[in-house]
């Protein structure tokens, strides 16, 4: 079945650091992926998306490029702030399986000032 | 903009109560899910409807049942509260169309159950 795996946290930054969190996928098929975080006490918000390979997907200052060769999707972020705190999934949507969506199980982030 | 709305969003139950958790949308969404996340885990799949009077079930269906009498309204029952079921609860939907579309998520529904 399909399947994402994400790298391991909690990741703690200083403000202005790269952010990279990696993210890979296992699916059938020709899935869309994204990026969702969650602030603290919040539910889920897209961050950005990405529906076929060598897209890349914008937002905020984070972007991931859709890797079809290495089924890849690194969420990446030359400057972090305190603000970008929270957790980030990524997700993949499989169109031939209809909109059942899989995800991650997230990466927590802390931003240190 | 009310997007997905979630009642209630805290509740405490005793083991063996039950409880609905209530979900509206009001963008026209065909698709709905719900979604539990537990501590340090992603969210898993409990039931979803690609349309009102259809639903069917995802990863973790036991002790669940949901309905669908309408397109914006989706609620998840909980029959007989196990101490497992203790996490945060979230209904999400999208829409079909050219492909996949993104989920708009409510704020979610903490649940204890002692």
């Known amino acids: 079945g399909n399947s994402v795996t994400q790298m391991e946290g909690p990741v703690t930054l200083s403000e202005e650091a790269f952010l990279t969190i990696n993210c890979t996928y296992t699916a059938t098929g020709y899935p869309s992926l994204f990026w969702y975080v969650q602030y603290p006490g919040e539910g889920l918000q897209l961050l950005l998306k990405a529906t076929k390979a060598d897209d890349k997907g914008s937002n905020k200052g984070f972007e991931a490029t859709y890797r079809k060769e290495t089924t890849s999707f690194h969420l990446e972020k030359g400057s972090v702030q305190v603000s970008d705190s929270a957790v980030y999934f990524c997700?993949?949507?499989?169109?031939?399986?209809?909109?059942?969506?899989?995800f991650g199980p997230g990466t927590r982030l802390s931003v240190l000032p | 903009n009310a997007g997905v709305t979630q009642t209630p969003k805290f509740r405490i139950l005793k083991i063996g109560q039950s409880m609905t958790l209530q979900c509206a949308q009001d963008m026209n969404h065909n698709y709905m899910y719900w979604y539990r996340q537990d501590p340090g885990m992603g969210l898993k799949l409990i039931y979803y409807s690609v349309g009102a009077g259809i639903t069917d079930k995802g990863e973790v269906p036991n002790g669940y049942n949901v309905s669908r009498s309408t397109t914006e309204d989706f609620p998840l029952r909980l029959e007989l509260a196990a101490p497992s079921q203790t996490s945060v609860y979230f209904c999400?939907?999208?829409?079909?169309?050219?492909?996949?579309?993104?989920?708009?998520f409510g704020e979610g529904s903490r649940l204890t159950v002692l």
């Open positions: 999400a939907s999208s829409s079909s169309g050219t492909g996949p579309g993104e989920l708009f």
């Open positions: 997700a993949l949507s499989d169109r031939d399986y209809g909109q059942n969506f899989v």
